[in-house]
């Protein structure tokens, strides 16, 4: 993941067909729920990993009002940082995986230099040679092949140039400040480079990675 790791837990709650009310008590387990706990901790393990996340299970039947300001009232209910996700039946891990980290992205920044593309453009491959050209080591994320760096793309990206304009690929960080495309990379390399003996360290001036 290309963010500095914050130190508030991105916060899962999972309501769940348990727990009673005056007279009345689920003794049924509900499958979905459980399969969708399941669900939870495994994208934790997997496209979560390395995320701060907190998970708390709740029972539906003894707060059943708690969920129903946002949206919630069929179990299994999932929320994240308040917001629902999920509900009435086994959740897909690929919508946990996206509002996780689109609370994530809100409170990490960038850190060191990224490039998100994927195999067929030929923009990116343009700035890939870029980059190799200046010498500057970076880390290169697929946004088809890998769910979680889209989701990081989208969920940096949109807040700078506005919801309503199309994302394109590349999009490119250097030293952690948001370059944009291989153009606007092409017109900062070309503008000041200095060179730097030592791969793995960004190439750009200080001035330069300023302006950027």
Known sequence: MSQSISSKPVKIILFRWAGSWGPFKVKIPCGECSLTLDVIKDTMAVELEGIP?????????????????????????????GRLVSQGHALNRGLLTEAVIAAHVE?????GNHLFGKATCPHCLRAKGY?????????????????RALYEMLGRVKP???????ITVPQIWLDGRYVGGADELSRLLDA??????DRGRCSLSPGTAKAA
């Open 192 to 197: 000041e480079i200095e060179p730097n003996p």
């Open 131 to 147: 980059l190799e050209a200046a010498g500057i080591d970076y880390r290169y994320h697929d946004v088809v092949k890998d769910p």
């Open 160 to 166: 700078i140039i506005g919801p309503k304009t199309p």
């Open 53 to 81: 996340v907190e998970l708390e299970v709740r029972e539906w039947l003894s707060e059943w009002w708690k969920p129903l300001p946002k949206g919630g009232w069929h179990a299994p209910i999932v929320m994240v940082e």
């Open 107 to 111: 409170r990490s920044g960038v850190v």
